[in-house]
Structure formats: structure tokens, C-alpha cells
């Protein structure tokens, strides 16, 4: 169903005409061209928004006066305007309009337009990737429009690709002078990105001419660039993946090196922290749609209390009774996570969820040759706010000093009054919160389903090992080392091979260093 009842109604359009509206629908092609460049040309403010809807395939015709309508989904259901006068006429099935189709010829003949029109947006980021369209499909036709677009451009970044795609035009034109391509070549070359690489080895020369060796030679320099950007991409990846199994680890560190408790319950606590952030977002989202922008925020606190309440509610009804007896611990806690995936099952379903990301952590920045996600950079930052947070409860409050008490000396700290069972359901209650905050972030990375703590329940484990047992700074040291070295092994191993690599790494370094790399001190701990 077309209907109409959403729309705003425009102002009267002078610079756009019917006929070239209508002639956007003709089956001649040239006819077609002809109106797509009289539209980009008009000058019309909805210029713009037509041409980009004919090309994503939102342009109709109403087949009872012909009239042409640019139609958008709103709720399911699609909302049509009249472009040259914004007014809404009755709802219209689907049989009453036909959908205005395009060829790929038409297709390049709108990239261009488009492009051209976006480079007069106010918005520096439609301009920019205007330029980057140019660069893509390099058309010699419209350097004049490039030129212009230069003359007056104010933002460095879209200065510089609007410097690229000039070069890419000239560079692609066999008619351009020989002293000008070669000049554009260099340009090329120093630009030093995927799009130029493209762009030189799509250029008509002639074999064996002193352009076709400069080209070759920018290709090679091109190439090494991207090889040294693409280390820094996997560094970038190693650091990201280090800070997710930093947020992995943290908690099972506080309780695996205060209670020596092996928990492999530890990733279901994780599990039901996304859950908890699924749950509010929904709340939240039913009460108000604005206030699931903020769902993460209000989500962090409370998934911390949830999963510390269940983590209490485990210690005081299971682990306590096996204390001294790891391998039991090993089992019941194995059996705890089966039980709360079933649960999560029974009540969610087996299927995943899916946790919106708000906009503030949607997108993606460019740092040279790269892309740095901004969800991933903010996992990054909450990794280490984290870290500094909890460093600061056992440093700087009564608790952790009790925790610290207890980790160096049980005995010790029970004979100076140390209520080592209240510390011990405290510490495990602490390290499942931590988890449920980390299911938080983990959510806007990873599938929400009922096996989400799987995946980083080993990983954790041999962060902690590797690391240091129950040493936070170890944990860090030992989440960066392990994801650095997973992202730079993987493209030359691939991903199975670099984990069965790192394990046997592991395996051999504990055989030297039992303890990880920064052990704990006290008489317990030796």
C-alpha cells in the first residue's frame, strides 16, 4: 500500500519541471540522460532527493495522471510527496502507481549527478564522500565541476580527496596531456590509498612508454603503504580484541585469584548481563522511543546488580560448600551454566536478540588508511575505565582492603577479625557484576543469544593464567598480549591455526613461568 498522511508539504518548486520529471520514466535512454543532467543542473532545492530516490528505486508514477512521486518507508508502510509541490493526495495501492526502473547506464549517469549535487551540501561528510564517488569513477567530463568545488572548499579532508579525484580524471583520460597525467600520477601515488591504486590500474597506456613505468612505480609505492597501514590495522583489531577479553576477565580474575574457584559459570554471567541490556532497552523503548538512545547508560548499573545478586545467590547456595576443592567447583560450576542457558532459553528463546546500538556509537572515523569503529573504540575506553575503577576498590576502600587481606593470607586475615566468608561472597558477588557490565558492552558487538558466554570463557581463562592469577594489572598485560598476537597471527595462519598457536605458547610458558607473568605475593600465594 502507497498511501500518503506523514509527509510535509513543500514549497512550490520553479527550478523542476514535469517534463523532466515525466521523461525520467521514457524507455529512450538518451531521453533519460538528457533529464537526469537538466535536473542536476535546475537548481532545485529537491533536486537532490529525486535523483537519489530513482536511484535506490523510490521513484513512482502514478498511473492516473502520470504525476511522478518520490515515495518513502515510514512504519512498514510507504509515504509518498509530489516533488514539485509537496502536497499529499489520497492513499494509493500498490496497482494504482508503477515503479520508475533504471539501467546500469542510467545508474552511472546518476552516480555523477548525484556526486555533483552533494559537493554544494553544507555537510562536510556528504561533500566528502561526493569526492570519494569522483575518485571511484573518474570521469573526465567533470573536472570542471571539481574545479570548481576546490576554489571554495574550506574543509582540509574534502580538499584533499577533491585533490585525488582531479587527479583520477586527468589520469584516466587518454586525451589529457602527457606531462598532465604524469603529473596526476604522482598525485596518485602520494595519496596513497585503495581508491588510487584502482584508479592507476585502470588507466589506458601505452605498454612499455615512459607513463606506463611511472604508473608501475606509483603502484609499488601504493602498495607498500597499504601494507604498512595494514599492520596498523591489525594492531588496531589486536588492541579492540584484547579490550574485549580484558572486560572478559576482569571479574573472573578478582574470583579466581581471591577464592581459587575455577567458575565456568563466569561467561553466563557475561550472558546474562547482554540479556539484562536486551530487557531495558525494551522497557525503555516502550515507554518512550528517545530514551533508547540512553538504554546503555541506565542498562550498566543494572546489569551490574543482576548478575551480582545471581553470582551471590550461587556462592551462598553452592560454592561455599566445595571451597578447597577445585575440581568439584570445576563441575558444579559447569553445571550451573547449563542450567542458566536453559533458562535464558526458556524465557528468550534460542534464537538471538537483537540490542539496538544508539547513534552516539554508531559510524566509524578514518585515522590515515583506516577504520576505527566508534563502538569498539568506546569498549576500548569502558575496558580501561573498568580496570582503573576496580584498581581503586581494592587499593582505596574497606572491602578491597579486606579482599587484598584475604587473597595474601585466609588464616591470617581471619585471626585480625576478617569475616573471610562475608569477603568471599562479597568478591564472587563483585566479579559476576563485573561480568554483567561486560555483557553490556559485549552486546554491541556480539549475537545476544544463550551461548553468547561461551565464546570467551577459555579465552579468559588463559588471560588470567598467562597474566597472573587474581593480578589486575597481569590481566591487562595478558588481554592486550593475546589479542594483539591473535589479529597479527590469524591473516597468515588463519583463525583456527592461531588459536591452537597460542595455546601451545601458553602451554609451553606456564611450564617456566607456573605463576603468569606477574604472580601474587604473600604466604597463600606461594
Sequence with gaps: MLCGGAATAAVPDAGLTSEQLEQLGERNLRVVETAVADIAASGSPVALEVLQALQDGRLYRRQADGVTLVATRVGGVLVYSDPLIGTLGEPLADADVTLIRVSNRIRRALSAAIASLSLDSEDPAVRLAAARQ???????DLLEAIETALVDEPDGRVRNELEVARAAAIASDPGQSEEARREAVDRLAEAGSSRARRVLLGMFIEEGSELDARRDAAVEVIDRNLARWQQIQNLWHGVSLGSVLLLAAMGLAITF?????????????????????????????????????????????VAFLVAGLIGVFIERTVIRRLYSRPLETLLATWGISLILQQLVRTFFGASNQRVETPSWLSGSMEFGQIMITYNRLAILIFALVMLAAVILLLKKTPLGLHIRAVTQNRKMAESMGIRSDRVDMLTFGLGSGIAGVAGVALSQIANVSPNLGQGYIIDSFMVIVFGGVGNLFGT???????????????????????????????????????????????????
Excluded at 569522483?134 to 573526465?140: L, R, W, Y
Excluded at 581459587?260 to 518512550?288: C, D, K, P, W
Excluded at 601451545?504 to 606461594?526: C, S
Aim: hydrophobic residues 55%; without cysteine.
Design 476 to 526: 591487562l598485560v595478558g588481554a592486550m598480549t593475546l589479542g594483539i598476537t591473535t589479529q597479527l597471527v590469524e591473516p597468515t595462519l588463519g583463525a583456527v591455526a592461531a588459536k591452537v598457536l597460542i595455546l601451545v605458547f601458553i602451554i609451553i610458558f606456564i611450564q617456566f613461568r607456573p605463576r603468569g607473568l606477574f604472580p601474587q605475593k604473600g604466604r597463600a600465594a606461594e
Design 134 to 140: 569522483f575518485i571511484d569513477s573518474p570521469d573526465s
Design 257 to 301: 585469584g581471591v577464592m581459587g574457584v575455577i567458575n565456568m559459570a563466569h561467561g553466563e554471567m557475561i550472558m546474562i548481563g547482554a540479556y539484562t541490556t536486551f530487557v531495558v532497552q525494551g522497557i525503555l523503548r516502550g515507554i518512550s522511543p528517545a530514551l533508547a538512545e540512553v538504554s546503555l547508560l541506565i542498562a550498566l548499573p
